[in-house]
């Protein structure tokens, strides 16, 4: 806690880091679990001829990069949980919540306002592999590094990486969160 204002230290890049890489395992974990069953027939469908003994390699690369787009509805859970809840996976693991700038809760509009723009390259990936429309690709090359950038905020003083820093939330140790209008 910052004894001048009572408002608790924030989570630098280190943890936040750290969540990441966690959430990274859990979606690669899911990801690969996913073209395993698809390619092997673990769903109850047929396997697909690409990936049948005998198929040529050309057929498996096509057919991995037809199911990249399932993939991509893997890490659909983690942006979610980070939207709703505050907290990713990997966050939960590590103790961390999103919270207000001041450490009290976070309304669920101030969430999913973050994750918007945390997740603006993602979401425009999704959209590129729902839809074909190349202006989502474009989209997602240029959010991508505004996105990065953004991330590298979160190494200074404010320890608020820029979507924290546009919609005014910071992370924190989940036990120092305090309600609104509380002081203690």
Not at 52 to 60: S, T
Not at 105 to 115: H, W
Request: glycine share 12%; charged share 15%.
């Amino acid at each position: 806690m910052h004894m001048e204002d009572n408002t608790p230290t924030r989570i630098g890049f280190g943890k936040r880091l750290g969540a990441y890489l966690l959430d990274l395992v859990i979606f690669l974990t899911m990801a690969a679990l996913v073209i395993m069953g698809l390619t092997q027939g673990y769903f109850g469908d047929e396997v697909d001829p690409a990936f049948a003994d005998g198929g040529d390699l050309l057929g498996k690369i096509f057919g991995l990069l037809k199911y990249a787009m399932y993939t991509n509805l893997c890490y659909l859970p983690i942006l979610l949980m980070d939207a709703l809840l505050g907290q990713s996976p990997g966050k939960m693991v590590l103790g961390i919540q999103i919270a207000n700038a001041d450490g009290t809760k976070a309304s669920l509009g101030k969430l999913l306002g973050r994750a918007g723009i945390k997740y603006l390259q993602t979401l425009f990936h999704m959209l590129f592999w729902v839809t074909g429309l190349w202006l989502f690709s474009t989209l997602k090359n240029i959010a991508t590094p505004v996105v990065f950038i953004g991330y590298c905020l979160s190494l200074g003083k404010a320890k608020q990486a820029l979507h924290d820093m546009i919609v005014k939330t910071a992370v924190f140790k989940k036990s120092d969160i305090r309600e609104p209008g509380t002081n203690d």
